[in-house]
T-cell receptor, first 116, second 117 residues
Framework: QKEVEQNSGPLSVPEGAIASLNCTYSDRVSQSFFWYRQYSGKSPELIMSIYSNGDKEDGRFTAQLNKASQYVSLLIRDSQPSDSATYLCAVISLNAGGTSYGKLTFGQGTILTVHP | GAGVSQSPRYKVAKRGQDVALRCDPISGHVSLFWYQQALGQGPEFLTYFQNEAQLDKSGLPSDRFFAERPEGSVSTLKIQRTQQEDSAVYLC???????????????FGEGSWLTVV
């Protein structure tokens, strides 16, 4: 079982709709959660980070974290064609010694297409 | 520099050839990571440096892979006797601090695209 799993996609939504991206993780000591956007041929770009249970909103993006269910999601409101990209969920977990140096474990990515 | 710089951006290697990929992190960044991203997959961790010390190389897929950061700044990922399965994008990332603290952003380079033929 992969440590970080994303809904398989690809996901296609019309312009102006809400896109919902989901991610589950297996390591209960995961501490930090991230959503990256990756355009084709480009490097991952951080769009959201979340560290505590609940919702975090930033413009059209809302990240939701539920540590009990080991679930993190990203909602994109008023989707635009420029949002078309691969979205990567990533987590940082603690080492055996209870510390972390920031090693990211990524899911396989979900391809989102927003059509006009 | 302003961002993480990687070179070469594109490399075509014949099977069995050795390759070296360079990463120039953001100036002053303590932490440096290498990731491998196969087509259609998320990045997979290869190795981590804190300054010049390689603290984690658990993700290196075989002893053909070797990384170094001798002066705590520029890093080189070397792949010996390349195989077709080594074809991937190799991403370098750096961050200012050591701990994964809130706000300690990890910055990615544009990647080195390796194709082994």
């Amino acid at each position: 079982q992969k440590e970080v799993e994303q809904n398989s996609g690809p996901l296609s939504v019309p312009e102006g709709a809400i896109a919902s991206l989901n991610c589950t993780y297996s390591d209960r000591v995961s501490q930090s959660f991230f959503w990256y956007r990756q355009y084709s041929g480009k490097s991952p770009e951080l769009i959201m980070s979340i560290y505590s249970n609940g919702d975090k909103e930033d413009g059209r993006f809302t990240a939701q974290l539920n540590k009990a269910s080991q679930y993190v999601s990203l909602l994109i409101r008023d989707s635009q064609p420029s949002d078309s990209a691969t979205y990567l969920c990533a987590v940082i977990s603690l080492n055996a010694g209870g510390t972390s140096y920031g090693k990211l474990t990524f899911g396989q990515g979900t391809i989102l297409t927003v059509h006009p | 520099g302003a961002g993480v710089s990687q070179s070469p951006r594109y490399k075509v290697a014949k099977r069995g050839q050795d390759v070296a990929l360079r990463c120039d992190p953001i100036s002053g960044h303590v932490s440096l990571f290498w990731y491998q991203q196969a087509l259609g997959q998320g990045p997979e961790f290869l190795t981590y440096f804190q300054n010049e010390a390689q603290l984690d190389k658990s993700g290196l897929p075989s002893d053909r892979f070797f990384a170094e950061r001798p002066e705590g700044s520029v890093s080189t990922l070397k792949i010996q006797r390349t195989q077709q399965e080594d074809s991937a994008v190799y991403l370098c990332a750096s961050s200012l601090a050591v701990q994964a603290a809130v706000g300690n952003t990890i910055y990615f380079g544009e990647g080195s695209w390796l194709t082994v033929v």
